[in-house]
């Protein structure tokens, strides 16, 4: 059926498959499934999370990028996904010309923390540490190319320093060894860090955004912390299919920035350390398009290569 078609039918009229990259329980999975319901409601049709994991979310971006552009398959996108794109040389979809961007779900930061036997007490302590060290200092990741690596890197390039990277296979296996001691520090995610900063099991040093995180509102930012203009941010977004009517874009993006404004979506997404950011489709995409950018640069600089 041709979009002018499509665009004529009422919206939706069956239900719409919420394409997940990533396992249940991820940061990305869980901020989808907070919206799915509010949806499902708003909508009055079923808005059902479909994971399908693996290759750092191109699974699920390939199956929506072939998807029929009808608004009955939508994918949950978010930065491992746009970091993707200037590390794979051959990957089956591409960001800019497969995906139309229907709004923004949520954007969080990121922790750098290190054990509790690191010395360093701040960002300016850990940056001499490292330095002093001679390139000698571990950090872990959770997975070559995905953002807490890329962070990583960005702050590398932007301090001068230069550490050792121990990818893991994702944060239940990277955070258990940085408690333990066998990695000495990382960046993490907010929910994933913060039991565990509160517990006095690692020490938060920075937050990677350039405000304080409403969680850890004692942290200061990289940022202030001696590196100016550090800022890297997960975010979570809902794209469709190039082709997609734009009446149903527009659908979308109004019943999802409603639900990103309301109380209770602002209070769960909340308890994942994540900021609702309604936006429209057009600011979502540039804010995706500037994010491909930044992320390109740094894997062009720091020769970072998929696997």
């Given amino acids: ?30 901020i989808g499934r907070i919206y799915a319901p509010r949806l499902t409601e708003a909508l009055g049709k079923q808005f059902v999370v479909d994971n399908r994991a693996g290759a750092s979310g191109n699974i699920a971006a390939e199956i929506v990028a072939r998807a029929t552009p009808d608004g009955y398959t939508m994918l949950l996108l978010n930065t491992s996904i746009v970091a993707s794109q200037p590390l794979y ?16 779900l949520g954007i969080n930061a990121y922790v750098l923390a290190v054990n509790q036997a690191v010395p360093a007490k ?51 296996f990277a955070v258990p060894d940085l408690i333990a001691g066998q990695v000495e520090t990382m960046f993490g995610s907010a929910p994933a860090l913060t039991p565990h900063v509160k517990s006095g099991r690692i020490r938060a040093l920075g937050i990677s955004s350039l405000k304080r995180s409403a969680a850890l509102a004692e942290i200061p930012t990289i940022a202030e912390s001696g590196v100016p203009g550090f800022e890297s941010v997960a975010f979570t977004a809902f794209a469709v299919p190039t082709g997609t009517p734009r009446a149903v874009i527009s659908t979308l993006n109004t019943v999802i920035n409603q639900a990103a404004r309301a109380p209770d979506t602002i209070t769960a997404l909340g308890n994942q350390s994540t900021e609702a950011s309604p936006m429209t489709p057009e600011a979502t995409t540039a804010y995706i398009r500037d994010d491909v950018v930044k992320w390109k640069k740094v894997v062009t600089v720091a020769g970072v290569k998929g696997e």
């Fill in 1 to 30: 059926m041709s979009p002018t078609l499509l665009a004529a039918q009422p919206y939706p009229t069956r239900p719409v498959r919420v394409i997940s990259p990533y396992p249940p329980g991820s940061s990305a999975d869980v």
């Fill in 89 to 104: 040389k051959n990957l089956p979809f591409d960001i800019a010309r497969d995906f139309q961007a229907v709004a923004m």
């Fill in 122 to 172: 701040s960002v300016q302590e850990l940056i001499a540490l490292a330095k002093s060290r001679g390139g000698k200092m571990i950090y872990a990741s959770t997975g070559i190319g995905g953002g807490l690596h890329l962070t990583m890197e960005l702050f590398l390039m932007q301090t001068g320093v230069r550490m050792l990277h121990v990818p893991y296979k994702g944060t239940a």
